[in-house]
Every structure is written in structure tokens, then in C-alpha cells.
């Protein structure tokens, strides 16, 4: 798994609350990902980061935010979680226009 | 919309049949990427292709890149149990970092 650990693995929160799912990669990997994955839509990407402090939105961005302070963490924080942001959440890092590593994933449910 | 389609959404063989898939594309690309994904786990890189190449081969996988057309196909040969999982087909979009996903095949291979 390219030393990418995503936590927590499974949460339960509710309708309102904000939420942070965190990705902590040891491989010093420049790019950083996260995605969605929802039945019959595949994988969304949601934000991305190109280094330190830079990020940039993809497709499915509301309601979402990121930060990178550092290398290894990429943060994606639910500012007020929704009903609709059920899902199950992957983490992804790479060098850069060749293959993505993957987390685990963190299962997220909204009540 | 997402930048690939894969297609069928599901095929279910027989072991020691070929399995094909088709991912279809949307923008120009550097290169194409295979995943595959076993249930509920993290997605793991299978095989790149780059734009100037036709074909490419890795083990039982065959890949092969039509640019002109924005295609690709998988194909999976002599199939075993243990290739049960979902199969996505993934780009970079227009010379971005944005890494996007398919929809995703899910391939069931009965013993």
C-alpha cells in the first residue's frame, strides 16, 4: 500500500457536524488525492494536491475542503457533513503523470 | 462528467474464458491507466499505456490504445476466480495532475 494510512477507517457522525478525514503517506510523494466512491458512479475525484500548501478542486469539490501543511498529511475536512456525503473516501498519492498508490479507505456515514 | 467510461458495467465468465473490457476517454491524454479494485479494499495499479503506444502486455493483462477513437481495452486472459474485483480505466486530464476515474467494470470470474 505504499505506506499510505488513512484515518479513522470507519466513522459515524452526524447531520451538521464538521468531519476531517486525514492521509498520511511516508513515501514523499508529491501528489496527493482524494476521491469518492459511490455504487454506480465509481471513483469522484474531490480535491487534489500538487505540494506543500497547493491544491486545486476536482469534480465533485462542494462541500469540501483540503489542506496540506505538510509533505506526508492531506487533509479533506466536511464542513458540515450531509446525508449525500455517505460514501466511502479514498486517499491516493503519486509522483505525478504515472501510476497512483492507494489508501485503505475510510467508510463515512452520515446520520 | 467523469473523463472514462468503461464498459460492460459488469461480466460475469467462466474460468479459463478472456475477459474484455473497453474504457472510453474524453480528453487528450498523456497516458492510460488500468486499477483494479478487490471489494472493499484500495485500488491497485495494474498497467499504464502512454499515447504513443498501441499495445502493451504484463503477464495475463493485454492493453491496448486507440487515440484516434479515445479507447482503450483490457483484456484478462485465461481468467481465474481470484480475478473477481471491479476494473477501472484512468487518465490525466489534458496535461493536468487531475487524475480521474471510470465508472469501473465489475468482473466475476465463476470457478
Known amino acids: 500500500d505504499a505506506g499510505i494510512t488513512q484515518s479513522p477507517r470507519h466513522k459515524v457522525t452526524e447531520t451538521g457536524t464538521p468531519v476531517t478525514l486525514r492521509c498520511h503517506q511516508t513515501e514523499n510523494h508529491r501528489y496527493m488525492y482524494w476521491y469518492r466512491q459511490d455504487p454506480g458512479h465509481g471513483l469522484r475525484l474531490i480535491h487534489y494536491?500538487?505540494?506543500?500548501?497547493?491544491?486545486d478542486k476536482g469534480e465533485v469539490s462542494d462541500g469540501y475542503s483540503v489542506s496540506r501543511s505538510k509533505t506526508e498529511d492531506f487533509l479533506l475536512t466536511l464542513e458540515s457533513a450531509t446525508s449525500s456525503q455517505t460514501s466511502v473516501y479514498f486517499c491516493a498519492t503519486g509522483l505525478g503523470n504515472t501510476e497512483a498508490f492507494f489508501g485503505q479507505g475510510t467508510r463515512l456515514t452520515v446520520v | 462528467s467523469q473523463q472514462g467510461e468503461e464498459d460492460p458495467q459488469a461480466l460475469s465468465i467462466q474460468e479459463g474464458e478472456n475477459a474484455t473490457m473497453n474504457c472510453s476517454y474524453k480528453t487528450s491524454i498523456n497516458n492510460l491507466q488500468w486499477y483494479r479494485q478487490n471489494s472493499g479494499r484500495g485500488l491497485v495499479h495494474l498497467i499504464l499505456?502512454?499515447?504513443?503506444?498501441r499495445e502493451k502486455h504484463s503477464g495475463r493483462l493485454r492493453v491496448t490504445l486507440d487515440t484516434s477513437k479515445k479507447s482503450s481495452s483490457l483484456l484478462i486472459t485465461a481468467s481465474r476466480a481470484a480475478d473477481t474485483a471491479s476494473y477501472f480505466c484512468?487518465?490525466?486530464?489534458?496535461?493536468?495532475?487531475?487524475?480521474?476515474f471510470g465508472k469501473g467494470t465489475k468482473l466475476t470470474v465463476n470457478p
Open positions: 484512468a487518465t490525466y486530464i489534458g496535461g493536468s495532475e487531475k487524475l480521474v
Open positions: 499505456i502512454r499515447s504513443n503506444e
Open positions: 494536491s500538487y505540494g506543500v500548501k497547493d491544491t
